[in-house]
């Protein structure tokens, strides 16, 4: 069993920035790929990014490269995105999630076992 609490949103201006963590306990956080998703409202929740187990690969949707970065702290067991250059479209509901697999696709929800329950990201305009 993996337990993960997401903090770090808020309300921000379009252009500014924040920076989400998300805490991870349980099964042995090193071992897996950990991915970062949204969802806005009406919408399904959508792929954002994800790491490699020892945080040397990362994966991102188009629309935040070059803006968001994802990172990881395996001592800390924690994972990390920076978000900077935000736009109002990036308002969502933002979830961390956990792969326990060791193959499959990073960018779809049905390869992640275990999901936080979310912390909101408002950007206004």
């Known amino acids: 069993q993996v337990q993960l609490v997401e903090s770090g949103g808020g309300l921000v201006q379009a252009g500014g920035s924040l920076r989400l963590s998300c805490a991870a306990s349980g099964r042995t956080f090193s071992s897996y790929a950990m991915g970062w998703f949204r969802q806005a409202p009406k919408k399904e929740r959508e792929f954002v990014a994800a790491i490699s187990s020892r945080g040397g690969s990362t994966y991102y949707r188009d629309s935040v490269k070059g803006r968001f970065t994802i990172s990881r702290d395996n001592a800390k067991n924690t994972v990390y995105l920076q978000m900077n250059s935000l736009k109002p479209e990036d308002t969502a509901v933002y979830y961390c999630?956990?792969?326990?697999?060791?193959?499959?696709?990073?960018?779809?929800?049905?390869?992640?076992?275990?999901w936080g329950q979310g912390t909101q990201v408002t950007v206004s305009s």
């Open positions: 999630a956990v792969r326990t697999s060791y193959s499959g696709s990073y960018y779809s929800t049905h390869e992640y076992d275990y």
